[in-house]
């Protein structure tokens, strides 16, 4: 994929990133719930790669609070900027460059961005003084977003493989893995 294809797959997964947690608050904040947000980053990592997934994960929590106001800049920016940064790097280099299977790579990317958010929040609590504490935050993190998890789960292998196919970027792996 070109450098420009690339930059427009951002672009939009930006723009859906900061439009579709919209749609979700209008119906009563339950953006925390179905987590609207991570679906198109972690979808971007799988698209454009690492650097484009981590560009995305950054950005877009970023746009949308200072455009939105959601999600709070204290304390929760800092710790959504960490956990979808990982997640649009990670899934771009398990999926792109160490050829995972797709929801192997969807996996391990929200395993390494909630721990990277629990670090966040660790360190929140150490420099801060922040009252939440990392491990009660994930939890409750977690069993509000189940929801959103389970449609993680159920439609990002989905909706990348069939934008693969519709433009053509479908990851080529050979007889040997390479």
Avoid: D
């Avoid at 939440?132 to 993190?141: C, G, N």
């Amino acid at each position: 994929m070109n450098s420009t294809r690339k930059l427009i797959y951002g672009a939009m997964f930006i723009a859906l990133g900061v439009t579709l947690p919209l749609a979700f608050h209008f119906f009563g904040g339950a953006g925390s719930v179905f987590l609207p947000m991570h679906i198109p980053v972690l979808m971007a990592g799988m698209m454009i790669g690492v650097k484009g997934g981590l560009a995305v994960g950054l950005l877009t929590p970023v746009i949308s609070s200072f455009a939105t106001g959601m999600p709070p800049v204290m304390p929760f920016l800092p710790i959504i900027t960490a956990e979808l940064g990982v997640y649009g790097a990670v899934a771009g280099y398990l999926y792109r460059q160490c050829k995972l299977p797709l929801l192997w790579s969807l996996i391990g990317a929200m395993l390494a961005g909630r721990l990277a958010a629990m670090l966040v929040v660790a360190g929140m609590v150490t420099v801060l003084s922040v009252t939440l504490q990392p491990l009660t935050y994930m939890i409750a993190a977690v069993s509000t977003g189940l929801p959103g998890i389970i449609i993680q789960l159920l439609f990002v292998p989905l909706l990348v493989k069939r934008l693969e196919t519709a433009s053509g970027t479908c990851r080529q792996v050979n007889v040997h893995g390479e």
